[in-house]
């Protein structure tokens, strides 16, 4: 069975602070999603890594897959409000079904 | 387009009701995805539909759970009856294609048993 460990469970930060949020499995994923999810809404695609190494930047946030495609890592740089949410990442093989995390709550506080 | 549609957005009901929560998924998208999401176990994949057949029941969790896809801008989830452990956000999700697994999610629907 394919299980994605996501860590921390919960963060709670200052503003301005930096973060890292893991993705970690024993299992090797063709892709790997990142997602965020406000709440009372339904999660939001953030960015998708597939290939082993690869890095994203989307503002403040860079995303990475692991060499081998069985982790991944959110960083935050000078983190903000509006970034607080709930972060999932999610594992994609060769068919239809995504792998979820369960989660990382992140409060970034004023 | 205005993205995944789902209604209601909030549902109350008693133990032994019906419950029917409906979708909307993107145009052009071909897979479709229902998930229930709570505390304790987080997102769960209850089925999902290609083309409009089920595909992958396999996460309903009891009989009386059903779902349908009658058309490629149409699907229904259904709780008959409904318990109080039913209670949680639904969600439905669709996809441009099997091969692409990004996923684009509704607002959710909120359902309390009680």
């Known amino acids: 069975t394919q299980l994605l460990e996501q860590s921390p469970q919960f963060l709670s930060i200052q503003e301005g602070e930096n973060l890292t949020v893991y993705c970690n499995s024993s299992?090797?994923?063709?892709?790997l999603q990142w997602y965020r999810q406000e709440p009372g809404e339904g999660p939001v695609l953030l960015v998708t890594?597939?290939?082993g190494g690869e890095v994203k930047k989307l503002k403040r946030l860079t995303f990475q897959f692991g060499d081998a495609r069985k982790d991944s890592s959110l960083h935050i740089t000078a983190a903000q409000p509006g970034d607080t949410g709930l972060y999932l990442c999610?594992?994609?093989?060769?068919?239809?079904?995504?792998?979820w995390g369960a989660g990382t709550k992140l409060i970034i506080k004023p | 387009d205005a993205g995944v549609i789902q209604s209601p957005r909030h549902e109350v009901t008693e133990m032994g009701q019906e419950v029917t929560l409906r979708c909307k998924p993107i145009?052009?998208?071909?897979?479709l995805f229902w998930y229930r999401q709570t505390m304790m176990r987080g997102l769960e994949l209850l089925i999902y539909?290609?083309?409009?057949?089920?595909?992958?029941d396999s996460g309903m969790p009891e009989d009386r759970f059903s779902a349908k896809m009658p058309n490629a801008s149409f699907s229904t989830l259904k709780i008959q009856p409904s318990e109080p452990r039913d209670s949680a956000v639904y969600f439905c999700?669709?996809?441009?294609?099997?091969?692409?697994?990004?996923?684009?999610f509704g607002q959710g629907t909120r359902l309390t048993v009680v």
């Open positions: 999700a669709s996809s441009y294609s099997t091969a692409n697994t990004e996923a684009f």
């Open positions: 299992s090797v994923f063709s892709s």
């Open positions: 999610a594992g994609g093989g060769s068919n239809y079904q995504l792998i």
């Open positions: 890594v597939v290939t």
């Open positions: 539909f290609n083309n409009n057949v089920p595909i992958d």
């Open positions: 145009s052009g998208h071909n897979s």
